[in-house]
């Protein structure tokens, strides 16, 4: 079993509508929970970043984490092209980060 | 402030043949880390510098690969003699401090083994 799971996707929706990224672990030792972001050709880049269950919120990204079901989720909100790049979400174990695959996100004008 | 930087952007090289691929954290981190992507594949932790010493070169795949970071500055990961299976996307990531600080990556370096 991967220690991170993530669904690859492509998701397609349209300009305005609600997103929703998720991952699941299964390793209880993580502390750690992150979203990143790459656009083609770059590296990924630092979204949300949370260490405790509950939601935290930063404009139009909401990062959820649920250590009971060892499952974490990113929302984001009027969502807008420029959104469309390759979510990442990771996890911090032993100073190393854990990533899921990416899920790539298409946001239609 | 300058960000990671990686040198190439791209290398094409023939199995057997030797690259050097080269990292240059932002200035003052003492961490640096490798990484990579192959084809289809979750991006995969390599090894953690802190300054100019090896902290944790667990990922690293076999002893084909070389990482130095002489000086705690600049690094450079070599891949000799590199084989098919290497081909992938390597980033470079570098931090400052405690485990729980942002990470940088740099925008990585597209290796393809023919």
Known sequence: Q???EQDPGPLSVPEGAIVS???TYSNSAF???MWYRQYSRKGPELLMYTYSS???EDGRFTAQVDK???YISL???DSQPSDSATYLCAMNRDDKIIFGKGTRLHILP | EAGVTQFPSHSVIEKGQTVTLRCDPISGHDNLYWYRRVMGKEIKFLLHFVKESKQDESGMPNNRFLAERTGGTYSTLKV???ELEDSGVYFC???EGISNEKLFFGSGTQLSVL
């Open chain 2, 80 to 82: 000799q003699p590199a």
């Open chain 1, 54 to 56: 509950g939601n935290k």
């Open chain 1, 68 to 70: 009971s079901s060892k």
């Open chain 1, 2 to 4: 991967k220690e991170v």
């Open chain 1, 75 to 77: 929302f984001i909100r």
């Open chain 1, 31 to 33: 502390q750690y929970f």
């Open chain 2, 93 to 95: 990531a570098s931090r």
């Open chain 1, 21 to 23: 990224l998720n991952c």
